[in-house]
């Protein structure tokens, strides 16, 4: 069944204000649209259930990246395309530009955009392991106000989220602390470009002393939605990267990874391929200490 365009109203007001008045006016009513790579094949298919869309296309911003002083701010408008030509944010945060590498085409790059893909919230969601890993905030903005929430608690289930129904994702937040971790981003999927992810992990780990210090996980694939793996992090933080240690947070993670079976891969398969780029991982760690 083919979408039918005259089933739908699209407005496009231009600028920032103008949606989040429009928003506050209808919470709910109106369904933001970005670059479109999802809501289009959504609508192709005839699976688009929103029948009034509000286009965040073009707005000046929304679409940015600023570097600061302690911090990156992405905005929620800017596409793969801009992430992956953005040098600076490539050097110190190359987990980002290489999430960005993954997304579809080139002329999906340039129309995909990094708060679309966010809020989309797929289990599978390139951009999400590296941001998990980042430890990156979102901030969200309606006529109320802005507020930041933690990326990893931005999720709340399958397609769930913490935005309330007039809100927008409007930035994200990467702080640049990250020059002395190591950094790890690796993606399986049916083939080595424009595949859907069947798992895919983001790491950084800071050690000292032969310990780690500081480790976050970020998963896609391994449970309902993009998720940090806390569970194999605790294992993890302040002890001697050991084939004793690997093993046991590899088996945390088979324990708290919580994956579905769809027709891209099983759950039990996302389990165990997750526990093997988990010890990659720390075997890369152990063998390679960080200046």
Known sequence: MRGNPEAHELLAPGNLAAVLALLAESPGEWTPIAGGTELMVAHAAGRLDAKKLVSLWGIAEMRFTRSEADRFVIGAGA???DLRAHAELAAELPLIAKAASWIGAIANQNRATIGGNLVNG???A???PAMLAYDTEVELISVRGTRRVAYSAFHTGY???VLAPDELMLAIHAPRRFAKHRQYLRKVGPRRAMAIAKVALGATALVE???VNEIRLGAASLAPFPTRLHKAEAALQGRQVTA???ETACSELLAEARPIDDIRS???Y???VGANLLKEFLLELGREPVP
Do not use: L, V
Request: charged share 30%; glycine share 8%.
């Open 79 to 81: 596409t793969f395309g």
């Open 122 to 124: 797929s289990p599978a």
């Open 126 to 128: 390139d951009s999400s």
């Open 159 to 161: 397609k769930r989220n």
């Open 209 to 211: 002393n032969g310990a």
């Open 244 to 246: 004793e240690t690997i």
């Open 266 to 268: 099983t759950a039990e």
């Open 270 to 272: 996302r389990r165990h």
